[in-house]
Each structure stands twice: as structure tokens, then as C-alpha cells.
């Protein structure tokens, strides 16, 4: 399962590429959490990350380091992720859904059965 074992290296240096951003621009996290707890205290019980990002690409005046893009897509995830990790009490708030590379490896593994392989279902 060479591919799996791919699939997981890629994501474990996308986690880590979002993580030295995080660092370099705490502002964004800021507002974020700024931002998503402002929409749990209007009595919402879910919300939209994307949503949230987009309000702060939008209507924020920050900078950012360690990139072309303001704030990239591929990191939205990764900030509801660690929401729901430092607020457990709001663990459900953002409807996430699996990573690519998550959703691909467990795609693999329903389709390797009796020892072997199939690629084409």
C-alpha cells in the first residue's frame, strides 16, 4: 500500500506547511476565532468556515507573511480543525469534511479485499 503511505506523507507536509503559515500570521487565527465566536453568540449551531475566512479576506485590513495568496484554501480546513480542538464544547459547529488525502486513503482501503487490488471500480 505504497500509495496510502504517500497519501499520508502528503498530507502530514500539507499539515506542515499550514502550520508554519499559522505561525508566521497569528492575525488570521485572531479573527477567526474572533469571528466564529461571534457567530456562536448570535445562537447559531453551525456555520460555514469557508464563511469565516471569506469574511476575514474580505473585510480585514491584515497582513500576511509566506505566500502569494492572502489566506490559500488549502488551509480553511485546518482552521475549523483547530477550533473544534481548543473549543471541544463546540466540536460540531463546522460541518468539516474528510481531507483529500483522508478521503483518498479510505477509498483504498474499500477497495483492496482478499489480499488484492482493484483500481478500476
Known amino acids: 500500500m505504497k500509495l496510502v503511505e504517500q497519501l499520508q506523507d502528503d498530507l502530514q507536509e500539507r499539515k506542515e506547511a499550514w502550520w508554519e503559515w499559522h505561525k508566521q500570521n497569528p492575525e ?3 479573527k477567526f ?3 466564529t465566536l ?3 453568540a448570535t445562537g447559531r449551531k453551525h456555520y460555514s468556515h469557508w464563511a ?3 469574511r476575514i479576506r474580505w473585510h480585514s485590513e491584515i497582513e500576511t507573511n509566506g505566500g502569494e495568496f492572502k489566506i490559500s484554501n488549502d488551509y480553511i480546513g485546518f482552521y475549523a ?13 463546522f460541518r468539516l469534511k474528510q481531507l483529500k488525502e483522508e478521503k483518498l486513503i479510505d477509498e483504498l482501503k474499500v477497495q483492496v479485499y482478499d489480499g488484492h487490488s482493484s483500481f478500476l471500480s
Open 28 to 30: 488570521v487565527w485572531g
Open 33 to 35: 476565532e474572533q469571528y
Open 38 to 40: 461571534e457567530a456562536i
Open 52 to 54: 469565516i475566512i471569506n
Open 81 to 93: 480543525r483547530l477550533f473544534h480542538a481548543r473549543y471541544p464544547e463546540h466540536k460540531d459547529f
